[in-house]
């Protein structure tokens, strides 16, 4: 079960991601004013997408918690690699954003690092 604490924690955080860029990227650009960019901020901040995001930061955290009751920090924390993985992906497919030569040798290094990380 600890494990499904550990996926948990990984796709709330990649849906908050997904959320938060999705939500700004429509907001606009970032003002040059101070007093400017707290209004825009604060416009976020009650945005049902942007508190969505952030209830799934605090489950996430939960989750986390949970996790860890049952398993040794060294050996779960290389799999909250596979967010980065997994926000490339969905980046990809809900942004358009380009996947590169460089990009995928680095998600392979990630891999290969939580395979390598998580052992023993």
């Known amino acids: 079960m600890s494990y499904v604490y550990v996926a948990c924690t990984i796709l709330l955080m990649v849906y908050a991601q997904i959320v938060i860029k999705w939500q700004v990227s ?3 650009a970032f003002p040059d004013a101070a ?3 707290l209004w825009f ?3 976020l901040l009650v945005d049902p997408w942007i508190v969505s995001a952030l209830a799934a930061m605090l489950l996430a955290a939960l ?5 860890m009751t049952k398993l040794d920090l060294s050996h779960a924390y ?3 690699s596979l967010a980065f993985v997994l ?3 969905a ?12 990009k995928i040798a680095g998600i392979a290094l990630i891999c290969l690092g939580i395979v390598i990380g998580s052992q023993g």
């Open 26 to 28: 429509g907001a606009g």
């Open 35 to 37: 007093a400017d960019k």
């Open 41 to 43: 901020l604060a416009r």
């Open 63 to 67: 989750a986390w918690m949970a996790a």
């Open 78 to 80: 290389p799999f909250t």
């Open 87 to 89: 926000v490339m992906i």
């Open 91 to 102: 980046s990809a497919f809900f942004f358009h954003e380009p996947v590169t030569g460089p």
